[in-house]
């Protein structure tokens, strides 16, 4: 996503009381974040689930060559297995959740980034565990946080990029002028000539080089572009127009099917200019 704001950056969390231990495999850190700061990039020898109680935070990964940019609501978290390079930008003032799990608790064969739903007993688990002090009580409710965890639902949210060096060319283009403009075309067809390809060229580099179709990526570029919007109380006919979606109704059905919920779910109405 283009954003025009001036990034603020701020210190990755690196005091010695961080990092899990064998005492203590599960720990959750807090910290309250204004609209525009930025996390520069960085990884760590553990794994991370990440979310944000209030506001909405962009979360960019590069894994396996490929660069994933995630939009997350206080709804949704990010897992991000360790090793992998990531950084913070909040789109909204956020009070930020970041739990740091020992290689021994990860959940077995998560060696992927993915999008989990926050359930309600996960939101109050991570914020136990803020307060929690070693003995009987901590060991369960960092047992019970990584069940919940591993039990969470997993949700396709996340809009890859080719990678800034390797990556091809021509789809980098295509895929930032999307981004810029999601409403502006609907059908891949309608794209190509603006990078010099054919169809089927484009449709095999999404393919090679992202895993999925130009219609699957475009709907999380989609998501991506109307959820900040939502957030900032836009109504949800602006979006659905911004989001090239004739109907209300249209953009809400698809919406409600990737999300599991509607968008007034996301929407910040006290700042709602309807």
């Not at 609501?73 to 990010?78: H, L, M």
């Not at 930008?89 to 956020?94: D, G, H, I, K």
């Not at 064969?109 to 999008?115: A, H, L």
């Not at 359930?119 to 803020?130: G, N």
Request: positive net charge.
């Amino acid at each position: 996503m283009k954003r025009k704001a001036t990034l603020t950056p701020v210190p990755f969390d690196d005091s010695a009381t961080r990092p899990p231990t064998p005492v203590r495999p599960v720990r959750s850190r807090a910290r309250s974040l204004a609209m525009d700061a930025h996390i520069e990039p960085h990884q760590h020898p553990w794994a991370q689930f990440t979310y944000c109680a209030s506001g909405l935070m962009q979360v960019t990964v590069i894994q396996n060559g490929v660069q994933t940019t995630y939009i997350v609501p206080p709804t949704r978290a990010v897992w991000i297995p360790p090793q992998v390079q990531h950084h913070v930008v909040v789109l909204e003032a956020a009070e930020l959740r970041t739990v740091d799990l020992a290689p021994g608790v990860t959940p077995e064969g998560w060696i992927d980034c993915r999008v989990l739903v926050v359930s309600k007993l996960l939101r109050e688990l991570v914020h136990a565990l803020e307060d929690s002090v070693p003995g009987p009580r901590d060991d369960a409710i960092m047992a019970l946080t990584v069940n919940e965890m591993a039990s969470a639902t997993i949700q396709a949210l996340g809009v890859p990029m080719p990678h800034p060096e390797h990556g091809d060319k021509r789809l980098r283009a295509l895929c930032e002028a999307v981004l810029r403009d999601p409403a502006e075309k609907s059908q891949l067809r309608d794209w190509v000539a603006r990078v010099g390809a054919s169809e089927r060229t484009v449709a095999r580099l999404f393919r090679d080089e992202l895993g999925t179709s130009y219609q699957q990526w475009r709907l999380q570029a989609v998501l991506a572009h109307a959820l900040p919007q939502l957030a900032r109380g836009v109504p949800i006919s602006q979006v659905a127009a911004a989001s090239g979606y004739a109907s209300d109704s249209a953009f809400s059905a698809m919406f409600k099917q990737a999300m599991g919920q509607a968008p007034s779910h996301f929407q910040n109405k006290s700042l709602s200019k309807a």
